[in-house]
C-alpha cells in the first residue's frame, strides 16, 4: 500500500529514519506520531524548499535530507554557518527579525515546510511565524512549532532566555495559536468579537496577515502544526455566512 494511504508505515518509516539519525524528533518527543499524515505530500515535490530554524548538531538536517529525497534544506542558526551539497546552514538569530530576515534573502529556494526548532521561547516562536508564515511559506505549505513546552514553564531559563508563563497565560504560543485556531472561524463571529479577536492576537505577537493565510491549526504533544491555505480556500471566507443574523447581539 501507498505509505500516503498507510498511516502506521508512514510513521515507522520516519521513526526510523530519526532514530538513525540521532534526532530528538524521534527519539525523545515522538512527533513522527503527527508529522508524516501533514508532510507526506510534501514528498512528491520536485523543488522543495525546507527552512529550519535551529541548527544544534546537525541531526534534524540529516532526517530531513533523508525523508524529502528532492529536497534543499536551509537552516538558521545564531552559532553555526556551513554549506553542503544539499544544504546551507545560515548563521542568523532568531530573536533579531532583521539577522532573520537577511538570511531570508539568501533563500533561493520556494520554501514548502518550515519547522521552528530554535530558542523555543513563545515570544520568538509567534515574532518568526508572523514573519515567515506569510511571506515566506508556499501555499498548502506545513510550518511546525516544536518545543511548545516553554509556554507552560512558570519560571526558568532556557538558552539564556527566562521563561515566565504558565498554563492560560496570553503571551504563550499556545494561547497565541488558540486565536488563530478562532480566526479560521472568523466568519462565524460577531463583529464585536472579532474585533476583540484581532486585538488580543496583536497582544499575541499574531499579525493579522499570518493568521489570514492559515488554513488549519494542529496541536499535538509539544508541537502545533499549521497549514497555508490556497487560493481554492478563500472562497470559503469570501461567501456570504449562511447564518449571520445568529452572529448579532444587542448592544
Not at 505549505?141 to 521563561?163: F, M, R
Amino acid at each position: 500500500m501507498d505509505p500516503v494511504n498507510n498511516p502506521e508505515s508512514a510513521r515507522a518509516r520516519f521513526k526510523a529514519l530519526g532514530d538513525n539519525a540521532g534526532t530528538d524528533k524521534t527519539t525523545y518527543h515522538g512527533y513522527h506520531r503527527f508529522y508524516p499524515p501533514h508532510l507526506e505530500h510534501l514528498r512528491q515535490i520536485e523543488d522543495l524548499g525546507i527552512l529550519e530554524i535551529g541548527y544544534g548538531e546537525g541531526k534534524s538536517l540529516t532526517l530531513w535530507l533523508e525523508y524529502f529525497p528532492n529536497a534543499f534544506v536551509y537552516c538558521i542558526d545564531r552559532d553555526v554557518e556551513s554549506q553542503g551539497e544539499r544544504h546551507r546552514v545560515i548563521k542568523a538569530d532568531q530573536a533579531d527579525p532583521d539577522s532573520v530576515d537577511r538570511a531570508c534573502k539568501l533563500i533561493q529556494h520556494p520554501i514548502h515546510l518550515i519547522i521552528d526548532d530554535g530558542s523555543h521561547l513563545p515570544s520568538h516562536q509567534t515574532t518568526s511565524f508572523s514573519m515567515l508564515f506569510p511571506s515566506l511559506l508556499q501555499a498548502n505549505g506545513i510550518y511546525i512549532v516544536e518545543d511548545i513546552e516553554t509556554s507552560y514553564w512558570l519560571t526558568g531559563e532556557l538558552y539564556g532566555n527566562q521563561t515566565r508563563y504558565g498554563l492560560s497565560c496570553p503571551w504563550s504560543a499556545i494561547e497565541a495559536f488558540k486565536l488563530i485556531a478562532d480566526y479560521t472561524n472568523r466568519q462565524c463571529l460577531a463583529g464585536c468579537d472579532l474585533s476583540l479577536l484581532e486585538y488580543r492576537m496583536a497582544l499575541a505577537g499574531i499579525t493579522l496577515e499570518a493568521a489570514s493565510s492559515v488554513s488549519s491549526v494542529s496541536f499535538s504533544q509539544n508541537c502545533i502544526i499549521v497549514s497555508k491555505s490556497t487560493a481554492s480556500d478563500a472562497t470559503y471566507w469570501q461567501r456570504p455566512y449562511l447564518y449571520e443574523p445568529f452572529t448579532h447581539r444587542d448592544p
